[in-house]
């Protein structure tokens, strides 16, 4: 089926200290998610500048994830909060645009927690593989 | 343009077994700046590294790329093999192909296609590093510890042993804190001053140690390992170096009528005074509110009898400017007030009292020499009824109490109801508790034998209203275990009034960007793994104002914390984490937008000449990190509205890459 | 209905949450009413909160709770009892026939000192 055949692009943005150490435990416990994903570290999720999601988008990803720690776990005190407020602000304007808020989240994921990781990435795939190519903001004149 | 080379371990069959590494090495060949392109099994070996020291001599690498296992694991290794290679060690990036490429995906196929564009993503990045050298410091090699209670006492006294200068700053004219107004300690029942006095008199006596007793810390600057802190010391018109505490003056002046805040107001003191026999220093202090030669001038009994000629009335507040390697908070906590408790009738009769009231009662140094007499007519009380969890566990009165469990209230009510019957066994004793929480060597032993043994009456349920009525107060409460309401005529009531941090520790929190909660406690940098460190570099926490503590757990964080000092103390330099952020002066326009979320403070803003191209010169107020403060979080470069702040080492346009070449 | 039908109900009418309460009985400790009462303000919450209610239906209590909110004063955790017992007597007043006034039992309760107010207060709480 085509539908099937269809391997949409998830660039995923996971903070240093808790989620990326979540995705190593994935990998430690061989917990299977797609290859789809592919994981930018950054020291904490506040990092990820909202250019960042939008240029993703522009290079043709299907999808955005971004990982942190647990509200009130973040290696540097607060930093997930603000992620929270401006992750918010950035998908609901997205929507907006036309970007499924299916394409977009925002999850906390723990160093301890590795099956979580893997299962939310394989959702994730899933809802975004359903939705198809993300032809909105893709800029064709990056396709080579 | 870079010259990278491109290392792609196998790791045995780890990474190999799934991953085509040889069509990686391959692939990543033609990508941009790659100059060396090769496989081997493992890297992170002696031979591997030495493989990767080689290449960068005979190609001349200016960059590493290392396919292997997670940065976690081996970044601190290649980096390592960078520095030994005369690279600088962050030019070496990492393309985590084991956890998160080969381990989680079966085919090879699929698995080789990820490896080539997660090494792609860290060959884009590398093109894009630049070498950074961590910054170092130096560090000042003494400690200041604000509060001079037991916690303060304590870390200053470690610290001190250590052969660091401590120098504590303590508001009130002598040391000791709360601990010097308790009569006995559970759960074994020493005296409070038999054990606390002989370590004030230690840290008075101690060589490395300073006190600046009557002060207080009135502005803070700088950071780890370099503060600058100015302490106000307070006039108290007696010169300290003189008086020698005999107490001439005391006993000689004439206003008589002053309230004895550390008897908590149940007696009077002298205008000037002594606060008890054992204060560290023991000089006397004038109560500029309270002396009559102060206010207007007419009296003087005390100068005239002062043999030393200790007394000025002339004295000023004096500043004085110090320089720390780190700070300890230790400001300690305060029962809570209990005027807007009005079912328990506190302000309306003196016969009821709070738990600290209690103890200066049954001090042999308080009010009425450790005799247990009513504060209202000084008769013996027959019935007393303690009350538990007054304002604590209060979640819908934040106005009146606290939401949180004060902790220390059920031992030491149990500890009162237990030394009352000891030492008057005629009393009656009844205990309102709601819980009874004896966590702790030896507690819930000690709350057993204040029932078992002394026969106290510990009744479950709260009190729900107090009246006093002629001599008597009319105590209403249930008894739920019998499902009944009770009503006791009681002698006197005992509250065990909620605790909190005391009031200095909102300002002083500002003064130091340390963070706190919502009650105004400190936060600690981690609640598990750092819990006497503050999120702020070299500020450290000892005692009660990170949370309510006994004596016990106060004691070992002090002396926790003092190791933590004594660690950054003995270091000659901090070498920081060169991945901070930094502004571009040019760009930045001043805006604070990065000030307000940084969490530690580590942004400041300066005036700035900027030379202009008609040769004018103006000044611009822009952002400046202070790299030994910054954490490296990035919080700022979101916040920046014009893109003048960055952080090095995760800059933005190294990440737009990693997104380009993921996405290619 | 069943109980906790019932009970989830009443929890609703009364906009509180027995699940707050920390069982300090300071309601019943501070309950003016309580020896008339066969179940304590305390009682309610806790019963309610594990869906008995039937009990407390059929219980004279309901009617003995002054609504003087002395317990919903003093709760240190916001359970407010007061309301709990006026949302059950509600439920009560809700079932058909369940009205605890009516008017042919107005001349056996007249009485000289008895101000009007307090019956037309009467009507309003204990009927539908």
Known sequence: MQVNEYKPLIVAFCCNWCSYAGADLAGNNRA????????????????????FVLKAFQRGADGVIICGCHPGDCHYTSGNYYTRRRMAMLFSMLDYLGIERERTRLEWVSAAEGAKFAATMRDFVQKVAALGENKRLEDLRCKK | ???IGVFVCWCGSNIAGTVDVKQVAKALESEPGVVFSTDYQYMCSKSGQDMIKDAVRDHRLTGIVVCSCSPRMHEATFRKTASAAGLNPYMVEIANVREQCSWVHKDIIIGTQKAIILGRAAVAKVNLNAPLTPGESPVTKRALVIGGGIAGIQTALDIADAGFEVDIVEKKPTIGGKMAQLDKTFPTLDCAACILTPKMVDAAQHEKIRIFSYSEVSSV???????????????????????????????????????????LGMDNRRAIYIPFAQAV???????????????NGKCGVCAKVCTAGAIDYTQKDEYIEEKYGAIVVATGFDPISLDKFDEYAYNNSKDVITSLEFERLTNAAGPTQGKLLRPSDGKHPEKIVFVQCVGSRCSSCSEKGKEYCSKICCMYTAKHAMLT??????TEVYVFYIDVRTPGKSFDEFYRRA??????????????????????????????????????????????AAIEPDKSARPLATMLTASMDTNDFFTEAHPKLRPVESPTAGVFLSGACQGPKDIPE??????????????LLSKDKLVGNPCVASSDELMCNGCSSCERVCPYGAITYEDKEFRMPDRTVRVRRVAKVNPAVCQGCGCCTVACPSGAMDLRGFKNDQIMAEVDAICK | MNSNKLCLEIIRMSGTDPKKCMACGKCSATCPAYKEMEY??????????????????ESESIYRCLTCFACVERCPRGVEPAKLIEATRLAVVRQQGKNRVTPDSIPALLDEDIPQQALVSAFRKYTK
Do not use: W
Not at chain 2, 250 to 261: G, I, Q, S
Not at chain 2, 467 to 491: F, H, M, T, Y
Not at chain 2, 554 to 567: F, L, M, N, R
């Open chain 1, 32 to 51: 299977d998610y797609p290859a789809e994903v592919k994981i930018i570290r950054v020291p904490c999720s506040c990092r990820v500048n909202p250019t």
């Open chain 2, 1 to 3: 343009m870079q010259r």
């Open chain 2, 221 to 263: 600057g700088g950071f780890v390992g370099n503060f600058t802190v100015s302490i106000r010391k307070k006039a108290r018109y007696v010169n300290e170096d003189i008086c020698t505490g005999c107490g001439a003056c005391v006993d000689k002046c004439p206003m008589k009528k002053v309230p004895n805040e550390f008897n």
């Open chain 2, 281 to 295: 220093p023991k000089v006397a202090t004038i109560d500029p509110n309270a002396c009559n030669m102060l206010k």
């Open chain 2, 421 to 426: 019957r000891d030492k008057y066994p005629d």
């Open chain 2, 451 to 496: 029932v078992e043994d002394y026969g106290v009456k510990y009744i479950k349920g709260s009190v729900g209203k107090i009246v006093p009525e002629g001599e008597k107060l009319v105590v209403q409460g249930s008894d739920l275990l019998n499902n009944r309401q009770v009503v006791i005529d009681a002698d006197l009531v005992v509250l065990a």
């Open chain 2, 554 to 567: 106060t004691v070992s964080q002090a002396s926790a914390a003092a190791a933590k000092v004594i660690g």
């Open chain 3, 40 to 57: 304590h303000p305390h009682q309610f919450v806790s019963m309610i909160k594990n869906g008995e209610i039937a009990p407390l239906m």
